[in-house]
Structures are given as C-alpha cells and as structure tokens.
C-alpha cells in the first residue's frame, strides 16, 4: 500500500499533458521567434497555451507572461512593479505567511530602500482585514496577499485585500501558487493587477509559471535579454513546457468542480480520522475556509522530521512543512505566525491530496499514525506518562 | 525534401535525452527538497546530471548552478558577479558580438553606474586581444567574453582573454552556449570563473540552463526564494529539464569529435558550393577559426528574410541572424560589428547544421538557393543589370 499525500510539494504531470506536450521535444521543435514554418509553428503552439491559461484565471492572452516557475513570477512581478513605480511611495505590504520567495523578495526590496511591512493572520491563518486596512496607506506601493496558503490551506480575503489597496492607489499582488485550480480566480473581477501561477500546481510540467499582469500595468524586467515575452521576460521560450502548463490549465476549468468536491471529502475523512484517534493532535489553519486539498495537523511531543521518516517506511509520503523551506530545518514561519512555538510548529505534518488519491489511501494512513505518534512519544523525554 | 539548417535558433531533444527524462514527469515526480523517499529519488537524479554536466566542461559538481536558461545564466553571472563584487572597480569590458542578452544586462548594469566598454573585433569576427589588453585595467571588475559566436560562428581567444582579466584581478566570464558540445572546453585549465551553458545547444530539452561558478567564487542571486542549488537559484527544480540537460551532456562527451570532423566537412561543402555558384556571395567570420557547425554568407542586394521566406517554401529552414533578436527586425549588431554595412547585414544567411543533416540535405540547400538569390535579385531596383 503506498499513499503519496505531498501534492504541495511536488505533483505528477497528468498523462495528457504529457501527451500534448510530446510532440514539442523531438519533431517540431522550432524557436518561436525565428522567421519560418517551424518557428510559426511553435509560436502558434504558446499562443494557444496563452489562451487557455487565460481561461482559468478570467484575463486576455496579452495579460498571460510565461516564467520558469512560480519562484520567478513573484520576482518579476514584486520586485518589477515596486521598482518600477517606486515613485507612487516607499512601503509595500505582505502577509506574514506568504511564500518564502515573497519574503525574501521582501530582504532584498528592504535593502534597496523599500519598507516592508508584514500584515499578521488571526490564529486560524487567516490576513486580518482590519489590520491590513490599517497598514495599507498612501505611501503604499505594492500589497502582496497570497490567494492561499499552500502549507495550512487557508483561503485569504483577496478580493477585500485588493478593494483595500486600490483604495491607496496601490498595486495588489496575489500568489495564486496553491489556489489556482483549486478554488475560482477571476482576475478581472477580483481586482487584481498581478497573480503569480505555478505549471506543476496544475499537474503541468515543473519548470515554468506565468504571471497575470493586467492591461496597461508596467513592469520592470527580471531577466533581460532578447525581449522574448513582449519584453517582460527575455530567454527562448520553454515551448514544450509552455504547452503543458496550457494543457495543464484547460483540464483544470473542467476538472476544478467535482475534483474539489472529492477533496473536500477525503480531506474532511482525513482529519476526523486522525483527531478522534490521536490524543493531543490538532488541525492548524482554519476549520472550513481551507483549500480541500489540504490538512494541516499538528502533534504533540512529536518532531515532524522524524514523523516524516516513519510514515515514509510506510510508503507515506508527507511534508512537516513548505518543501520550498524544509532545507533550513527552520520551524515553518507560518506556523509561528498563527502564534505557535517553536516545538509545536516543528510538530505539524501537512497533508496535501491529489488526483490519485483515494478513500483507501486515506484510510491507510489514519491506520498508520496513531502507531508512528506513539512510537515516536514513547522515545520523547517531553511526553507525559498518561500519553506513553 | 527537407533541410532543418537552424540548429542555433532551436534543436530537436535528443531522443536518448527525451527517454532518460520520461520517469520524472510522471512517475518519479518528487520534489528534490522533500524530506522522503520521493524527494530523495529526484535529488539523487539532479545529482547525476550535475556530475554529468560537470564531465562535459572539466569542473567540480559543486560549480555547476542550474537555471533556466542561457539568458538566466547570463544574468546570473554578469549581474551577480559585477554587483557582489562592485568594490573591486566600476569597470565592465565585453565584446562587442556578445549575445543580445548580454549586452542588455550591460545596458543595465551602466544605469546602474557601471561604465560598460565594448572590445572590438576585427573584420574575421575575432576578438582583438591586444585591444582588449588596452581596455581591461585595474578598475575593471568583470570580463565577458563569448566562446564562439553563434551567429557568425567565430570561436574566440578566449583562454587569452581569461589571462588578460585576472593579471588585472578581474573576473572572467563566458557564454559558451554556441560553443559547449562543439568545441573542448575545460573551465579548470582554460581560466574561466564564470561559464553560461544551455542545454538545448546541446539536445536537451528547452528551458534549461546552468552555470558554471569556480569554487570559491560568491555571486548575489538573481532569483530570490527558497534558497535552491546552493542559494543561488531559487525556485523549485525542474527534474526532468534537469535530467535531460544531464544525459545530453554525457551524449555530447562521447559524440562530440567524430560529431564535429562530419559537420566541418558539411559546412565546407556547404560554403563552397554556395560560394563558388552565387555571384556575389561571401562568407562573413572567419574561414577557419568557426564552429564546426556554422555557415553565415552575405548575399549582395537580397534581403534575408525574403530569403529565409522563399527557402521555407522549399523545406529548407535557416535564420537571417539570431533568433533572440530575430523580432526586432534591425540588422545584426554582430554583422555591424564586423563592419558591414546596414544593407550587408540585412542580406545574410546564417546555416547551423546540426545531428539529423547529411550531405543530401547540403546539396540540396546548394542547388535550391543559387535560383531563389536570382529571382529575388531579379526584383531589387538596387541590383545591377549584369546579376539580373
């Protein structure tokens, strides 16, 4: 029995995107801005990709720039837009829980003059409105608020984040990284003027991403060059990876739905399954407002590290935190942002599901924990006698 | 009949590279910063591809960075070099057939206060190095220049130039995109500091790159997040693209003489077929100091993209100059800087042959041109009367 929960960290390109994208590697292979039939040929091919990534967000193809990943569009579009309306005012305002690429764009603005300020979340992880209605002011440049939280799922109130930095004039941002796909995004509607889109969130190829960048907004470039990407991001064009985020993006409009529905539904069995069970555990993020493909569970007495080895044993693949961190072996700065210590943080395994996902898999793996947790108690000196 | 002579702008991924890549878009689809079996998998193949990288351009496996592209390469090294190091001096000296990518983080770097200088090439398309002795001085913090030019195929004095920048303590950089897999490179014994590598130019897949950084050396990052390839390239990797760029590598190790001595002699064939039935027609670069893949032939009172239109409806595919600054339609500053004139620039083909050509395919190409030169010709006012 194997059960792969780790979907945050890393998802299977789906076989038909695999499959639309096959013919881009070996036969027709063009560059798309060279200046014949092979080149036509691979510039129709991102054109369509550009319509359907279009598609899934509510934008027009000419708002769609095409990055390596979702790493790359919050560069281009945090530090490109801060940078290029700089004059509009020095402050720029980000979650506490954004992505750690945000963050650290974040350092680097801090050093170049910009002042960041950090909006905090309420226990359950979720941006407090009011607080970052009163961070947010006229000296406010960018306002970066992650659609979701890919380590606690929860959703953020992006729609009232952007009335509130329209409402300064400033630029708002959103991470779409862990929502896109999963919950409705309508750029246009939701008022935002940049979202940063992940290919392997989608169950596209890794290695590319896009950035929505509405109409009329200016960026300054993050990689120079060529001017591939009307300009906005120079390097020839990743074609084949390019076609399957596309693809990736149109079975998603299809599949979003129902998809989310099952999710919901193992997610929810999940974490009843493991709470009743396991005495001292407790779901991080918020109860209802979380993306249904997420659960977040903290345990007492337990290293999330060791957890993780354990489970793996049992061909249970898990995360104790973003994977895009886990190398620091820092406790998750989200985690710590909804106010837990540094031993409780450490503590927590996020549970990410996906497509192969079934009733059984999740059944499987409430059968394991309860047994790792205790093993792992028994060893702790910290565990109370009544939980050995 | 066909005749893909366009390898520089875009190569079809080795089937071997596309095989060797396929267990990681689906199957083996872990995250390499995951701290299970999945994750561990997928490090373990970016491991192998750094080796093998590493085998093709005499380094260490800890000097090879992976990106996504050769672009990202270049702004990672130029950049990253000159601005972490921007107390050795304000001087930057690159030559002045650098690829477009190149001289725009130029551009860049002077309105940042750097003082950019252009070392000239000769009238061959060789870099003049007792002129580039006179322009590299003390206050000169990086070198950049090219291995071969992928457009006029010239390879450059480049183990001179790397002398030239560190008897100033300068920092030296090149872009081996064109050359790597063409020509031996050997970072160690050859000088370089910094090395840009694409993998496509060399049958890998599009959408990757790296950079070679010598062990010691510091860099500030250009892409910010979550501190991947040591800190210098955030941003989740891109397994397969990874893997593809590795076994291209290993492929072009072994293939990479017998390769080069077939190719040199299709060129010549190629050259001297053109030359020796198309009345005004000349061969711009150098006649032997080129890679063995290139042919680039100015043709007097044509345009190249008529020419590059008319043989497209022949099957035959060729560029006017590169495909990076195709879009731009101005003539190749490359060509100027050899000292052509507007309308000289704008008539030249440049033919990069590649795996799947053989002498049929240049044959062909030399029957099929001589006829459309002349038609086109036929339509100039600027032609004289005795080549109409």
Chains 1, 2 share one sequence.
Do not use: W
Not at 14 to 43: I, K, Q, R, T, W
Request: proline letters at 5%.
């Amino acid at each position: 029995m194997k059960a792969y929960m780790d979907y945050g960290a890393s998802r299977p390109v789906d076989p038909a995107v695999l499959d639309a994208m096959m013919p881009y590697f070996c036969d027709s292979h063009g560059n798309p801005s060279s200046f014949h039939s092979h080149g036509f040929e691979a510039l129709k091919a991102i054109n369509i990709a550009r319509e359907q990534v279009t598609a899934l967000v509510g934008a027009e193809a000419s708002e769609i720039v095409f990055t390596s990943c979702a790493t790359e569009s919050n560069n281009l579009a945090i530090a490109g837009a801060t940078i290029r309306y700089r004059k509009r005012g020095k402050r720029v305002v980000i979650s506490e829980i954004e992505h750690i690429s945000v963050i650290n764009i974040g350092k680097e603005l801090s050093r170049q003059g910009f002042e960041i300020v950090m909006a905090p979340v309420d226990e359950t992880g979720i941006v407090d409105v009011d607080k970052l209605g009163e961070l947010v002011n006229d000296e406010t440049v960018l306002v970066s608020i992650m659609a979701a939280n890919g380590e606690i799922g929860t959703i953020q109130p992006i729609k009232e984040a952007a009335e509130i930095a329209h409402s300064h004039e400033a630029i708002f941002h959103t991470d779409a990284t862990a929502a896109a796909g999963q919950i409705p995004l309508e750029a246009a509607t939701m008022g935002f003027d940049l979202m940063t889109l992940s290919s392997n969130d989608l169950y596209g190829p890794k290695g590319v991403g896009a950035l929505y960048l509405r109409k009329g907004l200016r960026l300054k470039p993050h990689m120079i060059g060529g001017g591939q990407e009307g300009g906005l991001r120079s390097g020839s064009e990743n074609v084949p990876g390019i076609v399957g985020m596309g693809k990736a993006a149109d079975l998603m409009i299809r599949r979003m739905e129902a998809e989310g529905e099952r999710l919901t539904g193992l997610r929810d069995r999940l974490i009843r399954g493991v709470l009743d069970v396991v005495p001292e555990s407790y779901l991080n993020g918020h109860p209802t407002k979380r993306l249904p493909n997420n659960a977040n569970i903290r345990f007492s007495y337990v290293e999330g590290e060791a957890l993780i080895i354990s489970l793996d044993q049992l061909g249970i693949q898990l995360s104790s935190g973003s994977a895009c961190v886990a190398k620091t072996l820092e406790p998750s700065h989200v985690l710590r942002a909804l106010g837990l210590k540094h031993e409780e943080a450490h503590g927590s395994l996020v549970f990410t599901l996906g497509k192969d996902n079934r009733g059984d898999d999740v059944d499987y793996v409430v059968r394991g924990i309860p047994d790792v947790v205790s093993k792992l108690r028994a060893m702790s000196p910290l565990t109370p006698p009544e939980l050995r």
